[in-house]
């Protein structure tokens, strides 16, 4: 055999065997992404360092001010971050300026330590606790992690409220499936055809760290099959139309209102049917008010036409459909108040005064 085949024959050999480890690879890789964990008991150290954190900054050159910070885990000890001047969504921040973070955990003997870095903070977690100094290395204060709960989870149906789901049974759903502790799934359909209501919905998106975009817990509210209000793991992200309470490909939610995965969270959606002449002909749009978590996240908001994949409009009456979209998301206390309903400006009212009372009742110091 000569030089130049044996050369050929070595690199066939390198080259056949790199084959099975590169799709090993990929496959390992793919595997990560659809990871999704329902039950805490089960996730990583990761998890625990994800969430809100909340406190006052200050020193002797600057005037206290509220902090809120969300870290959201990436996987493998990958982190990002967002910081809100004045506390967080829906409880402080005004909405404007925000300050992104990235960082990786280390592993000493004694403690797991996270460093979230960027132009403006550089933020030390240790356990429940996040010190924050500035670039110039100036100790700002430290934040707490808190736990925040929906005023609205639990909510008890009023009289006129038809119960689609209490976890007895999915009797009230086409293709109802229930898990073994109870939870309604995805992919499933009202059998109740709707035009105008109140709806009270309950979920849960999974941890799925290694998964990012429309692949992280998604799943969706399809009201009369037409309009979807989504339902997505968009924690710590900015809150577009196709994220966690938008009203897809149509409008963002005025703030992005997601908590933590595995957190409970709900929707309290108000909703007017469009309206249609003799000749079936759309004299109206279809309206909508979303709370998500509590807060009012769309308000009177007219939907132009169908969202996305939905079903064309029409007169007709339509049920609602919870989308399987291929993760564990989770559904409890599902009922339905027929309309009408009292007037969003009230609704709006009654929450302003109570909304924040309740939020910071609700604040979990861990």
Wanted: net charge positive.
């Amino acid at each position: 055999m000569t030089v130049t085949n044996k050369l050929l024959l070595g690199c066939l050999i390198i080259f056949t065997t790199l084959i099975p480890w590169t799709n090993t690879s990929k496959a390992q890789e793919a595997n990560k992404q659809k990871l999704a964990i329902t039950d805490i008991s089960q996730a990583d150290e990761d998890f625990h360092i994800q969430g809100e954190y909340l406190g006052n900054l200050g020193s002797r050159r600057r005037s206290r001010a509220s902090l809120g910070l969300q870290v959201v885990a990436l996987g493998a000890g990958e982190f990002q971050g967002a910081a809100y001047p004045g506390g967080l969504p829906g409880y402080g921040w005004n909405g404007e300026e925000k300050v992104s973070l990235s960082g990786s955990r280390s592993e000493s003997v004694t403690e797991v330590t996270l460093i979230l870095d960027s132009e403006q903070y550089q933020i030390h977690l240790k356990g429940p606790v996040a010190l924050v100094f500035s670039k110039e290395e100036e100790f700002l204060g430290s934040l707490r992690k808190i736990q925040r709960t929906s005023p609205t989870l639990h909510a008890r149906p009023p009289r006129n409220a038809q119960i689609l789901f209490n976890g007895q049974d999915a009797d009230q759903f086409e293709d109802g499936r229930i898990t073994e502790d109870g939870l309604l799934m995805t992919g499933t359909t009202t059998k109740l055809a709707v035009n105008d209501f109140h709806l009270h919905l309950e979920f849960r998106t999974p941890y799925m760290p290694y998964a990012k975009g429309q692949a992280r817990g998604n799943s969706g509210v399809y009201i009369q099959r037409r309009y979807e209000v989504q339902i997505l793991d968009s924690f710590g992200l900015k809150g577009e139309h196709n994220e966690c309470g938008g009203l897809y490909r149509q409008r963002p939610p005025a703030v992005n209102m997601c908590l933590p995965p595995l957190s409970w969270q709900t929707y309290d959606i108000y909703f007017t049917a469009a309206r249609w002449d003799k000749e079936n002909k759309k004299t109206a749009n279809a309206v909508i008010t979303v709370y998500h978590n509590g807060f009012p996240i769309h308000y009177q908001q007219e939907i132009t036409g169908k969202t996305g994949a939905g079903k064309a409009e029409s007169p007709e009456a339509l049920p609602i459909h919870l989308q399987n979209h291929g993760n564990p998301v989770r559904f409890a206390n599902v009922w339905i108040q027929p309309g009408p309903i009292a007037s969003p400006s009230d609704i709006a009212e009654t929450s302003s005064k109570t909304r924040r009372r309740c939020l910071l009742s609700r604040i979990l110091r861990r």
